[in-house]
């Protein structure tokens, strides 16, 4: 395992605001909340936490991200209070933070100071094409 703390995914370490917009073809429903990214187990891997609204419905996730040694892209684990779980891979280079899973991904964004990251998810339609379906912001409220 690869150290987080020598990886751009240091940048991410810290307490966040959330907040967005989940889009759906007949409403746009708000989300808001906060989003933790802590070192844990010798700084081999960040532990993520999300606790959100999305509209009236909270939403909680764990997620554990590692960086593999033969490999330059994190391996995140996430787990969630619907009982979903899966695995997903992420990746920070420059400014420009992608996750990629099944079905879904994220394009987004950190700004050079490390207290933003603006970005959308998208998730795949069963003919392939890809489709928004959240604009998310976290702003940084202070360092873990």
């Given at each position: 395992?690869?150290?987080?703390?020598?990886?751009?995914?240091?940048?991410?370490?810290?307490?966040w605001k959330t907040s967005g917009q989940i889009l759906s073809s007949n409403q746009t429903l708000t989300l808001s909340g906060t989003?933790?990214?802590?070192?844990?187990?010798?700084?081999?891997?960040?532990?993520?936490?999300?606790?959100?609204?999305?509209?009236?419905?909270?939403?909680?996730?764990?997620?554990?991200?590692?960086?593999?040694?033969?490999?330059?892209?994190?391996?995140?684990?996430?787990?969630?209070?619907?009982?979903?779980?899966?695995?997903?891979?992420?990746?920070?280079?420059?400014?420009?933070?992608?996750?990629?899973?099944?079905?879904?991904?994220?394009?987004?964004?950190?700004?050079?100071?490390?207290?933003?990251?603006?970005?959308?998810?998208?998730?795949?339609?069963?003919?392939?094409?890809?489709?928004?379906?959240?604009?998310?912001?976290?702003?940084?409220?202070?360092?873990?």
């Open positions: 395992m690869n150290k987080i703390s020598s990886t751009p995914f240091n940048r991410l370490l810290g307490v989003d933790s990214y802590e070192l844990i187990l010798d700084g081999n891997y960040i532990l993520h936490r999300a606790d959100v609204l999305m509209g009236n419905e909270k939403s909680e996730t764990f997620e554990i991200i590692g960086i593999p040694k033969s490999s330059t892209k994190t391996e995140m684990r996430y787990f969630n209070s619907s009982g979903e779980s899966g695995v997903m891979t992420g990746q920070i280079e420059g400014n420009d933070f992608l996750i990629g899973g099944d079905g879904i991904k994220f394009v987004g964004e950190i700004n050079d100071a490390n207290t933003e990251v603006v970005g959308k998810w998208f998730r795949q339609s069963e003919e392939s094409t890809w489709s928004e379906f959240i604009k998310l912001r976290l702003e940084k409220q202070n360092d873990l």
